[in-house]
């Protein structure tokens, strides 16, 4: 499975969803692949990816994408993307 | 896992800013300080958030300003800025915000090895209120996990 973290910069933030979704990933003991990318590059990135990890404010710039999209609320708690990676995953 | 360094003269504590610009142009300031920014780097920061919204404010509370690697980097280099009176990004969820890091990376393949320091540390929900009430220099990077 492939899960693509999107911010601005395509360092930092979306790093940080990169870092902590693997680690909760890790924990679920799903197997997956987590490319953090800015906003500008995801139609080069997305391919198969089947989630999107992001922030509100891109989720109108992602636009129309057979991808979940979750939004992050709180990059740092690992208990949001835990329920919300769970819920996606179903 | 480590941190980009922060040294003392990256950190401001009790500072005052007039809105967002001005708390992320002082965590610029303080990563020009320590000689791992330019100026510039402040402008770039500041657009990115003109450019894209409030999403660096990644926690409640915390604002992590920060560009791509450019020109305006010279080395990594991370910076802390603690305001005496929080101020609001717009942010839907995490506002306001009382402490702004100033995060900057030279090359972006090294990246992931600076945000997972950063992880190690937030993902202890309560290191955001501990910085925000740090009374002392030591005190930030003792929090940060920085050798004194």
Not at chain 1, 73 to 81: G, I, K, P, S
């Amino acid at each position: 499975m492939k899960i693509v973290a999107i911010c601005g910069a395509g360092i930092g933030s979306s790093g940080i969803l990169k870092v902590n979704a693997e680690r909760v990933l890790k924990r679920l003991d799903l197997d997956a692949v987590v490319v953090a990318a800015d906003i500008a590059s995801l139609p080069d990135v997305i391919g198969t990816a089947q989630i999107i990890l992001t922030s509100a404010e891109f989720v109108d710039a992602i636009g129309k994408t057979f991808a979940d999209v979750i939004v992050i609320e709180n990059y740092f708690d690992t208990a949001e993307l835990t329920t919300k990676l769970e819920a996606a995953l179903g | 896992m480590s941190l980009p360094p922060l040294p003392p003269e990256a950190i401001e504590l009790g500072a005052t800013a007039a809105d967002w610009r001005a708390a992320v142009r002082l965590a610029g300031a303080g990563l020009v300080r320590s000689g791992a920014a330019l100026d510039g780097y402040s402008d770039e920061m500041i657009r990115m958030i003109d450019e894209h919204g409030p999403y660096v404010v990644i926690a409640p509370g915390l604002a992590l300003a920060h560009a791509r690697p450019g020109p305006d980097v010279l080395a990594d280099g991370l910076a802390i800025v603690t305001l005496a009176t929080p101020v609001a990004f717009g942010h839907p969820h995490n506002d306001p915000v009382r402490v702004v890091l100033g995060l900057a990376i030279k090359a972006s393949d090294r990246h992931l090895a600076a945000v997972a320091g950063l992880a190690n540390v937030f993902n202890d929900s309560t290191a955001i209120a501990q910085l925000a009430d740090a009374k002392t220099v030591d005190a930030v990077r003792a929090i940060m996990g920085v050798d004194q």
